[in-house]
């Protein structure tokens, strides 16, 4: 389990091929990888990967085809959010992200607005039921509120404000138009959904 507070921004240095996965070796000396064992979850952005190897300043993991497949921005190299999970006590400062990817969505805008980064995302159709004004979404792991919802053909597009801090502190300060970026909704709405669906039967 994470919250969506990304701990340090990390960069996939080499992978290698393993079967139809891949074992990808990941940067990351700011995480404070002295307190991560092997066994133990990290989020890659906002993707919930188990650590198979790890020292000082690196880890690896094995994605394996399926999360390949359902996911962006881990079968090449470039800069990642990184999250370890959270412990029992910790304080949940986003919301409750369970790491699981739900979607692949794209970033159709991005701009400096004032002093602050207006992101627009279109998400795949099938999630747009889960998202909502003032509600709760994962994009590559970081945890934000949405400004705006605008069912579209093409997909659903979310309007999302980002502050300074979090864009200094996270890959969004790498992010382009049209970047591939991990959607995960809010655990809370998929739980609602289900029962309400139940209810229509």
């Given amino acids: 389990m994470f919250t969506g507070i990304i701990q340090a921004v990390g960069r996939i240095r080499d992978n290698e091929e393993i079967g139809d996965g891949l074992r990808i070796h990941v940067e990351a000396p700011e995480l404070g990888l002295d307190t991560v064992k092997i066994g133990d979850s990290i989020a890659i952005n906002g993707a919930c990967m188990t650590v198979v190897e790890v020292d000082e300043k690196m880890f690896k993991v094995e994605v394996s085809a399926e999360s390949l497949d359902k996911t962006a921005g881990l079968d090449g190299w470039g800069h990642v959010n990184l999250e ?98 991990n959607v995960e909704v809010d655990t809370v709405a998929r739980y609602i959904e289900r029962m309400y669906s139940l209810t229509q039967r």
């Fill in 84 to 181: 370890k999970a959270m412990r029992l006590g910790d304080r949940l400062d986003g919301h409750i992200v369970s790491g699981h990817v739900d979607g692949v969505g794209e970033v159709d805008a991005f701009e400096k607005k004032a002093e602050s980064y207006h992101l627009v995302v279109r998400c795949p159709m099938k999630l747009g039921k889960f998202l909502a004004y003032k509600g709760s979404i994962a994009i590559n792991g970081v945890s934000l509120t949405i400004n705006e919802v605008e069912d579209t053909p093409a997909g659903t597009r979310v309007s999302i404000n980002l502050i300074p801090h979090t864009f200094e502190h996270t890959s969004f300060k790498y992010t382009k138009v049209r970047d591939l970026v």
